[in-house]
C-alpha cells in the first residue's frame, strides 16, 4: 500500500511533467474512482503536484484534486489506457492515467486541504511530537497508524520506525520517556528520509509517475520478515497484530 514516502515519489517525479499545464477535462472509467461530486474542471490551470499524507495532490488554480491511492492506486504520465485504468486527468498535452487494481482508491475535488488529519510526520517538530506522544495512552504502533495523530504513516514505515529506534510497538504512547520518544522522532525522519531518496518500497505494485520501481524495500529490516533473524541480534523476529494490522518486531531488540 502507498505510504508517506511513495506518495511523495509520485508527486515529485508527476510535477515536471504537469505543473504549469491546463486540464482539459477529468473523465471517470469506474463510478467507484469518483469520491463526491467534481466540478468541470477545463481551463484549470495545474500549478503544483504535492503530497498530503498518503495521499497526492493536484492543486490548481482553483481548489484541489486529492488522490487516495489506496492499496494499488498509481497516476502515470502518459500511460496507456489499460484494464485497471479507472480515470484520466486529461491536460492541454498529455494525460494523467489513474490505474488501480483493487478499487480501493479514489480521485476528489476539495476547495482546499481537509483540517482532519494530524500534522505531517516530516514537517512536526520534534517538541510537538513528543507533546502528541504524552497525550496518548494507545500503543505507539496503533498511533502511527491513526491519521489523526499524523498523517502519511502506515504499516510499512510504522514497523521499520520503530525498529530503527528500538522501541517495542506495543508500548503505551505516554509512557515514552523525552529521551525515548526523541530518539522516535529522530528514526522516523530517517526511515522516512531514506525512503524517499530511495523511489519509495515496491512491494506489489507501487510505481512512481514514470513507471519506475522503488528500491527501499530491498533494506527493510522487519517489515514482511517474521520468522527471520533479527538483523541486529539474530533472534527470531515476532508477529503479532496491532489495530489488525500485522505487526513485525524483535522482541529482544524492542524494549517495551
Same mark, same amino acid.
Given at each position: +500500500?502507498p505510504?508517506?514516502? *511513495?506518495?511523495?515519489?509520485?508527486?515529485?517525479? /508527476?510535477?515536471? &511533467?504537469?505543473?504549469?499545464?491546463?486540464?482539459?477535462?477529468l473523465?471517470?472509467?469506474?463510478?467507484?474512482?469518483?469520491?463526491?461530486?467534481?466540478?468541470?474542471?477545463?481551463?484549470?490551470?495545474?500549478?503544483?503536484?504535492?503530497?498530503?499524507?498518503?495521499?497526492?495532490?493536484?492543486?490548481?488554480?482553483?481548489?484541489?484534486?486529492?488522490?487516495?491511492? @489506496? +492499496?494499488?492506486?498509481?497516476?502515470?504520465?502518459?500511460?496507456?489506457?489499460?484494464? &485497471?485504468?479507472?480515470?484520466?486527468?486529461e491536460l *492541454?498535452?498529455?494525460?494523467?492515467?489513474?490505474?488501480?487494481?483493487?478499487? %480501493?482508491?479514489?480521485?476528489?475535488?476539495?476547495?482546499d486541504?481537509?483540517?482532519?488529519?494530524?500534522?505531517?510526520?516530516?514537517?512536526?517538530?520534534?517538541?510537538?511530537?513528543?507533546?502528541?506522544?504524552?497525550?496518548?495512552s494507545?500503543?505507539?504502533?496503533?498511533?502511527?497508524?491513526?491519521?489523526?495523530? /499524523?498523517?502519511?504513516?502506515?504499516?510499512?514505515?510504522?514497523?521499520?520506525?520503530l525498529?530503527?529506534?528500538?522501541i517495542?510497538?506495543r508500548?503505551?504512547?505516554?509512557?515514552?520517556?523525552? *529521551?525515548?520518544?526523541?530518539? /522516535?522522532?529522530?528514526? +522516523?525522519?530517517?526511515?522516512?528520509?531514506?525512503?524517499?531518496?530511495? @523511489?519509495?518500497?515496491?512491494?506489489?505494485?507501487?510505481?512512481?509517475?514514470?513507471?519506475?520501481?522503488?528500491t527501499?524495500?530491498? %533494506?527493510?529490516?522487519?517489515y514482511?520478515?517474521?520468522g527471520?533473524?533479527?538483523p541486529?541480534c @539474530? &533472534?527470531?523476529?515476532?508477529?503479532?497484530?496491532?489495530?489488525?494490522? @500485522?505487526?513485525?518486531?524483535?522482541p529482544?531488540c524492542?524494549?517495551?
Open positions: +500500500m505510504e508517506l514516502p *511513495e506518495a511523495e515519489t509520485i508527486a515529485r517525479t /508527476l510535477a515536471p &511533467h504537469v505543473e504549469g499545464r491546463r486540464v482539459r477535462g473523465r471517470f472509467l469506474a463510478p467507484r474512482a469518483r469520491r463526491g461530486p467534481v466540478p468541470d474542471l477545463a481551463g484549470r490551470a495545474l500549478l503544483r503536484t504535492r503530497r498530503y499524507g498518503k495521499q497526492v495532490a493536484l492543486e490548481l488554480d482553483r481548489g484541489l484534486l486529492l488522490v487516495k491511492l @489506496g +492499496m494499488t492506486g498509481s497516476l502515470r504520465w502518459s500511460a496507456p489506457i489499460g484494464p &485497471h485504468t479507472r480515470a484520466l486527468i *492541454e498535452e498529455g494525460w494523467i492515467a489513474f490505474d488501480d487494481i483493487r478499487q %480501493f482508491g479514489s480521485i476528489g475535488w476539495e476547495p486541504y481537509p483540517r482532519s488529519l494530524g500534522p505531517d510526520p516530516l514537517e512536526v517538530s520534534e517538541a510537538e511530537f513528543r507533546a502528541r506522544l504524552a497525550r496518548r494507545a500503543c505507539v504502533k496503533a498511533l502511527f497508524l491513526n491519521q489523526g495523530f /499524523l498523517r502519511g504513516l502506515g504499516n510499512i514505515y510504522a514497523d521499520e520506525i525498529f530503527a529506534a528500538s517495542d510497538p508500548t503505551p504512547a505516554r509512557r515514552l520517556s523525552a *529521551e525515548r520518544a526523541g530518539r /522516535l522522532y529522530r528514526a +522516523m525522519r530517517d526511515v522516512l528520509e531514506r525512503a524517499i531518496a530511495a @523511489g519509495g518500497s515496491s512491494i506489489s505494485d507501487y510505481v512512481d509517475a514514470d513507471g519506475r520501481r522503488g527501499f524495500q530491498q %533494506f527493510h529490516q522487519v514482511g520478515r517474521a527471520r533473524s533479527c541486529r @539474530g &533472534h527470531p523476529l515476532r508477529r503479532i497484530l496491532i489495530a489488525q494490522r @500485522g505487526t513485525t518486531f524483535c529482544r524492542q524494549r517495551y
